[in-house]
């Protein structure tokens, strides 16, 4: 493996130093939408002159080396790949109330352990985003998006792009955006679309989200109030006896986020969930609280942050009584570890990081993490969701492990940025019960160029 961890490596610094020769152009690093009214960019002056006015083209291509050890939480399980993603983007405006985007993408994966790469690695190029939008959901009062598309609310935790995996997400949607002073509501019916490599990635019948998310600007010093509902069906589900049936369940919350006096800032945000599948009844719920203080003398001006995640388990698998948390779509990464072993889902978490900025073009966080099972009798869920183990046994314990993270950006051009991190999980008594107890490993370096 450090054979390979060398060569990827060395690869990747040639691509880095040769990136930096570009043209420059301007680069929304902290929005991965590729929509053209939210990322802020703006083409190539080499490109823009040539071009008719109705017509824009732009595109990213990002490259990121991951390395693993410990995969499964056993030993001399590692491996070190790099992911390539190229995105190319077309819009349309024939009117100011009309705009068609366009987005093609292809996501590669190299020299994996496991094979044959499929997603979220590897999606050779299809259609991630086409839809037509009439008026404009972000500057005008009333926008109207038909077609595949992104959707992400609030912190991303139930619905988001995900945009960290190599292929990402996207609906087949229709979505209706209401703008005022103070206010915004977004109306969607949607599916999510299946990929599927080497062929056409197409949504699912039946499995169908819809929903209202809303913001309201209404407290001060910048604060929001985001109450939201959705409602998800799915088709062929396994119910607790055995069958199968229709799952239908809605997701109702409330997202705060804001400013305080003496530099202080918060977000919090609250879920349950209610529904059936069959003659099973959906009752769950989830919620994270967070706290960040500034300390705006200090050089540097760190931001230090406390954290506390709960999303309920099922205590009995045969009680008709679906209790463990669904997490639906979100963009799960980073949520509760860079190592996103764990997800919004039988957990419960506590979190303590710092944010700063060494120079205006860097930032760094750091994180530590302690994690355990919200009930004994349910298993533990990846950042995807996925079941990682369960054990029959609840007497392994709560106690999952502990984190350390570490990772930073730097905005090296306008049009390119480096990041990178790492990430150690230290594993609990339940991780050496239920498996052979290896710490896990995880470390990326990641290169993203817009033009």
Known sequence: MKYRMGMLSVSLCLMVLSSTDLPAQTVAAAQPSAAPAATGWRFSDHVTPDLPRWFRFSGEYRVRLEGIDGAGFNPSS??????????????????????????????????????????????????RQGYVEFGNSETNKFGLRVGRQELFFGDQRLVGHLNWTNTARSFDAVRVT??????????????????KDGGFDKRADCNNLHGAYAVFSVIPNKGTVEPYVFWRLQP???????????????????????????????????????????????????????????????????????????????????????????????????KLGLADQVGWKNIEVARAGVELKPASKVSMTANYLSWWLADAHDGLYNAAGALVVKV???????????????????????????????????????????????????????VTYLF
């Open 178 to 195: 209401y703008k005022a002073k103070k206010v915004r509501v977004d109306a969607f019916a949607a599916s999510v679309v299946n990929l």
């Open 236 to 334: 062929r589900v396994k119910t607790e006896a055995g069958t199968t049936a229709n799952l239908d369940f809605k997701t109702i919350g409330v997202r705060f986020a804001g400013k305080l006096p003496s530099n202080f800032d918060y977000s919090a945000e609250t879920a349950g969930q209610v529904g059936s599948v069959l003659s099973d009844d959906v009752r769950a719920w989830a919620g994270y609280w967070t706290l960040g203080y500034t300390l705006a003398k200090v050089k540097y001006k760190p931001r230090l942050i406390a954290q506390y995640n709960y999303a309920s388990g099922d205590k009995d698998p045969k009680d008709g009584l679906r209790q463990t948390f669904d997490q639906l779509y979100p963009t799960g990464h980073d």
């Open 392 to 446: 029959a046994d609840p007497a392994a314990g709560r106690h999952v492990g502990q984190e350390a993270d570490i990772q930073t950006v730097y905005a090296l051009t306008p049009q390119v940025q480096l990041s990178g991190g790492y990430a150690h999980i230290f594993p609990g008594a339940f991780l050496r019960i239920a498996t052979p107890g290896q710490p896990y490993n995880f470390t990326y370096a990641m």
């Open 78 to 127: 590692e491996d070190a790949f790099p992911l390539s993603r190229v995105r190319v983007n077309a819009t349309f405006i024939p009117t100011t109330w009309l705009r068609v985007q366009l987005q093609g993408q292809d996501a590669q994966a190299f020299y994996r352990n496991q094979k044959p790469d499929a997603p979220p690695f590897e999606d050779t190029f299809d259609l």
